[in-house]
């Protein structure tokens, strides 16, 4: 049994939806050790977000920023949490409809990802810093 | 410590949302075999998605159908991604709000689900062929 | 190889977005035996969900509840599920969009959340009993 553990920073990204599969890559070649197994990782905080989408066509990340800035707008007369900024609280609620964390199962020493897919970093503010990603991957 | 995994292709189906609960448990008898642990099931795919919900009544799932259309409407002027048809780009952004996996705990061989839940697939295009999924079990 | 699992009862809670980390904690000390790993909650309800999100401002979660209202609003001509309720559909599709599961990385005996999250009880019902919880810790 193996479990494996890494902690990394990542570069700070403008607001909206970038492909990291890569950094996680690099971060963590254990994975290679793994047979049947899982890789988790977790974002350590709560106005950004992970999720798995399409991992080509860079229209489709940009469809996700409209899109959600629309489902979940700022300025909203009901919103009370106003002091950190109008793109704040959105953030929040944005974070929460993405995810904390993507799980992506491990076959032979490799993500078993669709060929399409890849992990997003959702950066919901207008200007973040490094975000802090905890990357484990465990399994046999 | 045990690791199961299995890779399965579901039959197609239509757009909307479908229980999948026993094709999942048919495609994994060795659940039975973990006493505390873990069952993971992943989507291959970027334009559908799983999620846990209610398995009785089919009038839940219709409005799903129903009500995530409304919220990820078809056809928006700010949409770039348009080349693969109208339903593409919201399918891809309801699949990030559903997500690509599910995970149950496993309690005495069984799948430790409420009693009113069941694992929907989430098909957000139109016309779809078999959807692959990765199935882990794991646990002592 | 540690596999650790409890299944608590929450108390009741009002409609809306609730801080649960101390619960959570309390219930399953033996986090502290896991050097490496992973804890799992899940909620065994599908009106009610878990997301992970800001622990500080009671008012973030005031505008989650006012937000989401708004995103999945009652009283809809389209819905077909209103038999239980015109706060019960809405609820399911709530739920599904927050998700039944957290899952957070174990670290030297340690919840590795950043600094201001914490786990987030949504209870999507005007009026729920106590909610099921399965909550498992696993790793080296």
Redesign the interface.
Known sequence: ?N???K?IKLKSHNRGYHLITTEILNSIPEIKEI????L?V?????STSL????NA?P??R???E???N???PEN?S????TYEGADD?PA??K???????????I?NGKL??????GV?LCEHRNFASGR?L?I?A???
Not at 78 to 81: D, I, L, P, R
Not at 95 to 105: F, N, R
Not at 112 to 117: K, P, S
Request: aromatic share 14%.
């Open positions: 049994m479990y494996f553990q902690e047979n049947i197994g899982m988790h977790f974002i350590k905080h709560t999720t798995i989408n399409e066509d229209t489709v940009m469809d996700f409209s899109h959600i629309k489902m979940v909203q009901y919103y009370k949490h609280m929040h609620i974070a929460s409809l993405m995810g904390a964390s993507v799980q992506i199962p076959t078993n990802l669709g060929i399409w897919q997003y802090d905890v484990t465990f399994g046999n």
